[in-house]
């Protein structure tokens, strides 16, 4: 279907497959978002591994909180 301008209106599929590239892009915005308001990482002296180990334990926890 072609819209004012010329431009081709989306499908419903396309329109579907947006729905949900958006839900998701939101929920990494957010994450980012939780990030940068936990200053407290911002001082923590510890290995780089230890480091990525407890930043993935912080992002289920606190994922698990917006989804319930």
């Known amino acids: ?4 301008g010329g431009e ?8 579907e497959a947006n729905r ?14 939780n990030l ?3 200053r407290f990482l911002t001082k923590i002296r510890m290995n780089v591994w230890h480091t990525t180990t407890l930043l993935r334990a912080l992002l289920v926890l606190a994922n ?5």
């Open 8 to 15: 081709s209106q989306p499908s419903a599929a396309e329109k």
């Open 20 to 33: 949900l590239l958006n839900r998701e892009r939101a929920a990494v915005e957010h994450g980012f978002a």
């Open 64 to 68: 698990t909180e917006i989804h319930r």
């Open 1 to 4: 279907m072609v819209g004012e």
């Open 36 to 38: 940068k308001s936990w």
